[in-house]
């Protein structure tokens, strides 16, 4: 049996999205001395992350006060229209702005891609220090004897369908840390263990999801309006007794990112979020952006919907949540990329003063 190769370092982080990297930003600006690991599963960083977004930059603001001038691609479409719908089978009804709470707002808020968003913090890591390591799923949570998580394995490589080990067979890797931070996203399989080892959800509320469908689209210039913000909310769900919404963003480049969601504690068995998509990409008010364009991309995720009295305890021996691992998503601001970065460099702060206290 091959034995496995075994790599220390001061903070591993699982999941290269933006919790893991603007915590592993934080700890090299913290100190630079510190040795930090970014594992990806994915093939490159942004691989898994499919989705436009509205992002509030308080986060990414404190993490690089100048990020409007290094390039972020974030920086190139600020919101301009901010538009709320309530749909109707053929129609719609735009709700006022007056009548709308300030938290609906996204006056100051910039939209784009989060996947080049995270590709472009996954430069600034590297350019800091941290080494990133796409390709490699963290798969096992390593304890020491007294119960304390102190590191994880990456997945094995060649391994059949049945289990055999084919001829290109490799261990993964131990990665020893002195902490670990878990960024995996919404229902990460690790985590998912460590609510359960450490008992996490004792004094919160079920965490409960969404399913967000994600389209790509490049559409006719005309209709392009950069900057536009839409979201929506009704039909079609209300004809199955569900409930979620949709949205459009007008990107950069004449793109348009749209997705619609729908929460997963539908009690009627015959939804399909799929087809709720379909459907609603045909309502007329959707359909009339869309026509003439063409799909370049398309994907799902779940999205954690459970809100505040949701989030598990985050901290355990030799570790702590962050991000939508620990669902960290505002659900009533449709927004959540600023407080999983907030959370990582908050993190971040926390175990580096620890790490500096020799703990």
């Known amino acids: ?13 699982v999941g290269g999205g933006p919790a893991g990297l603007s915590a592993a930003i934080r700890l090299k600006q913290i100190n630079e001395e510190l040795e930090v690991v970014v594992l990806e599963k994915g093939s490159e960083i942004g691989a898994h992350i499919l989705s436009g977004a509205v992002v ?89 004897d007294k119960g304390a998580v102190r590191g994880v394995i990456t997945q094995d490589m060649g391994v059949a369908a049945d289990g055999s080990h084919k001829g290109d067979y490799q261990p993964g890797m131990e990665i020893e840390a002195k902490y670990t931070l878990f960024a995996e996203g919404a229902r990460g399989n690790l ?32 209709k392009h309006v950069p900057g536009r913000v839409i979201h929506t909310q009704g039909w079609p769900l209300t004809e199955s007794d569900s409930w979620g919404g949709g949205f459009l963003y007008h990107q950069a480049n004449g793109q ?27 309502h007329p008010a959707i359909r009339e952006y869309l026509e003439g364009g063409t799909r370049v991309a ?10 505040w009295q949701s989030v598990p305890q985050l901290a355990f021996p030799g570790g702590a949540l962050i991000g939508c691992a620990a669902g960290f998503v505002n659900v009533p601001r449709i927004k959540g990329s ?16 620890a790490i500096g206290a020799g703990q």
């Open 298 to 307: 398309y994907g799902a995720r779940a999205i954690n919907e459970g809100g």
């Open 56 to 144: 509030d930059p308080k986060a990414l603001s404190e993490l690089f006060p100048d990020w409007r001038d290094m390039d972020c691609p974030m920086a190139e479409t600020p919101v301009t229209d901010n538009w709320h719908w309530v749909l109707s089978k053929s129609g719609k009804t735009s709700m006022p702005h007056f009548i709308m709470p300030p938290l609906m707002s996204n006056h100051g808020c910039y939209t784009g891609s989060l996947g080049n968003l995270t590709r472009w913090l996954g430069e600034q890591a590297e350019g800091l220090g941290v080494m990133v390591f796409p390709g490699f799923p963290a798969s096992e949570v390593m304890f020491d």
């Open 256 to 282: 348009v990112a749209l997705g619609f969601v729908t929460a997963l504690d539908y009690k009627n068995p015959w939804v399909s979020p799929y087809q709720e998509f379909q459907r609603w990409k045909q």
């Open 191 to 222: 985590t998912k263990q460590l609510k359960v080892t450490f008992d996490l959800e004792a004094n919160c509320q079920p965490q409960v999801y969404g399913l967000g469908i994600k389209e790509l689209w490049d559409i006719d210039p005309k």
């Open 338 to 353: 600023h407080t999983a970065m907030k959370s990582g460099m908050l993190a971040a702060e926390s175990i580096a003063a």
């Open 1 to 13: 049996m091959s034995e496995r190769e075994s790599m220390e370092c001061d903070v591993v982080i």
